[in-house]
């Protein structure tokens, strides 16, 4: 399977694409379709967040744990699925949450969240594949590793990102963020188990706008058309 890549990502990270994790990682995908395993996203979306936000645009990054491992639902980008198929717990609780702290926010009749990515709000998966029907299935096999570097980069060559950890996962990986130069807004995952504990009323979204204007940067439209 060949890594196709936006080609301001690939200046920051070519040394990453010829490691033996990723060559390793690449025989693996490879043979998981060899064996006739149906893999999410389909290949050409694996990359997706990439493409969507160009590292020269970032502004946000939204960190989710794995692909969507049910059919035409995953397309390379964090707690999105594609249009036509039912918005998961976890974003209908994001749309509920997006409600009440962005006056006038509708919450739209899908859960396609290109709109957000093409803003500079990377929607990145820390595993970005998954065997179909088998949650965690792509796990250990690489990929944290390069998600890893991905967020170390961000960290080390740009400023004034903002960061939104949900859950004890994602917030594992804020020891890869210089606190020094970025911004960190964690609270409990929007899981239907945990989003009463902490995730309902954190106000990520006005609180991102608010840093992006302080830093200068226009801020983000949240609503999905």
């Known amino acids: 399977m060949a890594l196709n890549f936006e080609p301001s990502w690939v200046e920051v990270l070519h040394d990453e694409f010829e490691k033996d994790y990723m060559k390793k990682l690449r025989h693996f995908l490879n043979e998981e379709q060899d064996a006739g395993h149906r893999t999410y996203p389909r290949n050409a979306d694996i990359f997706n967040a990439f493409w969507k936000t160009p590292f020269d645009k970032l502004k946000v990054l939204i960190l989710g744990q794995d692909p969507y491992h049910g059919p035409n639902q995953a397309h390379g980008l964090s707690f999105s699925v594609q249009r036509g198929i039912t918005s998961p717990p976890s974003l209908k609780n994001i749309y ?8 006038g ?4 009749n899908h859960g396609e969240l290109t709109e957000w990515a093409e803003q500079g709000v990377m929607l990145l998966n820390a595993t970005l594949t998954v065997r179909a029907g088998t949650p965690g299935s792509h796990q ?12 170390q980069t961000i960290s080390d060559k740009k400023e004034g990102i903002v960061f939104i950890l949900w859950g004890a996962y994602a917030q594992a990986k804020a020891e890869l963020i210089d606190k020094s130069k970025h911004f960190i807004i964690k609270s409990p995952h929007p899981s239907p188990f945990s989003a009463d504990r902490g995730f309902f009323g954190s106000k990520p979204f006005s609180k991102t706008n608010e840093i992006l204007i ?3 940067k226009k801020p983000i439209d949240w609503q999905i058309h």
């Open 96 to 103: 509920k949450e997006l409600s009440a702290d962005i006056p």
């Open 105 to 108: 926010f509708v919450i739209p």
């Open 140 to 151: 250990k096999k690489g990929w944290e590793e390069f998600t890893d570097k991905v967020i």
């Open 214 to 216: 302080r830093e200068g």
